[in-house]
């Protein structure tokens, strides 16, 4: 069954680099259906999607954040990261790791941490 | 960039009732439109995939439909364990655009 897990700190500082890890367990993260993501939720408002990542590194990002988001994959790990540039208090949210099929949308999602960027 | 408009917001609904709610995306997006169900401190749950495919799992009395740019999600009675706040997405690897969010309320 597959497993996703988000890590990293729950504190940033503002101006600082906001970094997260999602560990994928119960399935090849190299699978060729699939694609990994990330969605974040700051408090009480809706969902926002954040970008998409394929085991090749192929990358698939939200134009609003476009700027500022980086995602890589470690195959080997089983892992992939975000990696958010410049944070500020906007940036403060929930971020789920998600499985992302391209025929039936987000199918998994991680329990979700949250980052609150103060200082 | 797509953009996807839910409504209503909320909406106030008693245990039985049939319940509708709308998505409007600003282009066409076929049939790639999923809906999902979130619970206050949970993370989504999928309902509904490729407009009108039902999640493995989810009560059949959940059920979309819909295509291009209007799409509707609808609880045809409405129980106590759907009281919660739902959203739509347009998806593709390429982008993944979510409404704002209808909560649905105990009348």
């Known amino acids: 069954q597959l497993q996703l897990q988000e890590s990293g700190p729950g504190l940033v500082k503002p101006s600082a680099t906001l970094s997260l890890i999602c560990t994928v367990s119960g399935v090849s993260i190299s699978s060729t259906t699939n694609y990994w993501g990330w969605i974040r939720q700051p408090p009480g408002k809706g969902l926002e999607w954040i970008g998409n990542i394929y085991f090749s590194g192929s990358t698939y990002y939200n134009p609003s954040l476009k700027s500022r988001v980086t995602m890589s994959v470690d195959t080997s790990k089983s892992q992939f990261s975000l990696w958010l540039s410049a944070a500020t208090a906007a940036d403060t949210a929930v971020y789920y790791c998600v499985r992302h099929n391209p025929h039936s949308a987000v199918d998994n999602w991680g329990q979700g941490t949250l980052v609150t960027v103060s200082s | 960039d797509i953009q996807m408009t839910q409504s209503p917001s909320t909406l106030s609904a008693s245990v039985g009732d049939r319940v509708t709610i709308t998505c409007r995306a600003s282009q066409s997006i076929s049939i790639w439109l999923a809906w999902y169900q979130q619970k206050p401190r949970k993370a989504p749950k999928l309902l509904i995939y490729?407009?009108?495919s039902l999640e493995s799992g989810v009560p059949s009395r959940f059920s979309g439909s819909g295509s291009g740019t209007e799409f509707t999600l609808t609880i045809s009675s409405l129980q106590p364990d759907d009281f919660a706040t739902y959203y739509c997405q347009q998806y593709s690897i390429y982008s993944g655009t979510f409404g704002q969010g209808t909560k649905v309320e105990i009348k």
């Open positions: 490729k407009t009108s």
